[in-house]
């Protein structure tokens, strides 16, 4: 893939140790405009890692990384007004109600309260959430609550949108709206990267696929690209070869005869 313009993610040479383990090892990554990358590996990777440095959330990482053309470390953090952020677990003010909620998230980056409320508030009502938007998000269930994460992530209109899960608890026709705005936001040249386990929707969503195993980035592309590197049908397929795993079924009878208070190792 050939780029005229300038990344607005670029990543080199990420290395990341928390105590005795080294998570990520030596992560190389430019990532350009209007691309929706779904960034996959198996649980304990480094993905929420790796966007956590992003972020600036997370110290003590060796190597250099550079969003909308700055190095993160120089200390300038008007970035972040740039960026929105879904984490994977909610930190939502529980005893706030939405409008409260939306309008503090929208003033934190910058926005006038009423242009913060008004927004949100219709924002709400196109998620079917208009009914709520007084009601303490306490009371919520785990699909309301994501939508309104994905609310604030989105309001202040943030050229990258780094997503854990996105779609997590969202009803099916829910994830069709998602899918279609992550869509519509990438033609307008927004950034979109996100990690999800669910891989018919990585296969679908994603316009790059960027999978990380031992630390390392062992496929990038396309998921034509992937297919027709590994030679499997499905994103999942790929994913379970590319990690090294076809143990599910031995791993799985173990498991039930467990369960049910047998040798396993007869
Ligand atoms: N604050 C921390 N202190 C120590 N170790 C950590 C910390 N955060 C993450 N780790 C370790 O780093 C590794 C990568 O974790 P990370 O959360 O980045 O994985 P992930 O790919 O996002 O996993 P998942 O798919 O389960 O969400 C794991 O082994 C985890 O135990």
């Known amino acids: 893939?050939?780029?005229?313009?300038?990344?607005?993610i670029a990543i080199s040479g990420l290395w990341m140790n928390y105590t005795d383990r080294m998570v990520l090892r030596g992560i190389d990554l430019k990532v350009y405009r209007g691309q929706i990358i779904g960034y996959i590996g198996p649980n304990g990777a480094g993905k929420s890692t790796t966007v956590k440095i992003m972020l600036?959330?997370?110290?003590?990482?060796?190597?250099?990384?550079?969003i909308f053309g700055k190095d993160i470390t120089e200390g300038d953090v008007s970035y972040k007004r740039r960026i929105g952020y879904v984490p994977e677990v909610a930190e939502l003010y529980d005893s706030l109600t939405a409008r409260e909620y939306l309008s503090f998230v929208g003033e934190l980056y910058g926005m006038n309260r009423t242009d913060a409320d008004d927004k949100a508030e219709r924002l709400m009502g196109l998620l079917g959430l208009e009914k709520s938007y007084d009601v303490r998000i306490s009371s919520y269930s785990k699909g309301m609550k994501q939508k309104v994460l994905l609310i604030s992530s989105m309001l202040h209109d943030p050229d990258i949108l780094f997503l854990d899960e996105p779609l997590s608890g969202l009803d099916a026709n829910s994830v069709m709206v998602v899918k279609e705005i992550f869509?519509?936001?990438?033609?307008?040249?927004?950034?979109?990267?996100y990690s999800s386990h669910i891989m018919d929707v990585v296969e679908k969503i994603s316009s790059r696929i960027i999978l990380i195993n031992g630390g390392e980035i062992v496929a990038d592309g396309t998921f034509a690209q992937l297919k027709e590197k590994s030679r499997e049908g499905s994103l999942e397929e790929i994913f379970n070869q590319l990690t090294g795993f076809d143990k599910y079924r031995d791993i799985a009878g173990e498991f039930v005869a467990v369960i049910q208070g047998g040798d396993s190792h007869e």
Do not use: C, D, Q, R
């Open 1 to 8: 893939m050939k780029h005229e313009e300038e990344p607005v």
């Open 56 to 66: 600036g959330l997370v110290e003590g990482y060796n190597g250099k990384v550079e």
């Open 183 to 193: 869509a519509s936001l990438a033609a307008k040249g927004k950034t979109i990267f």
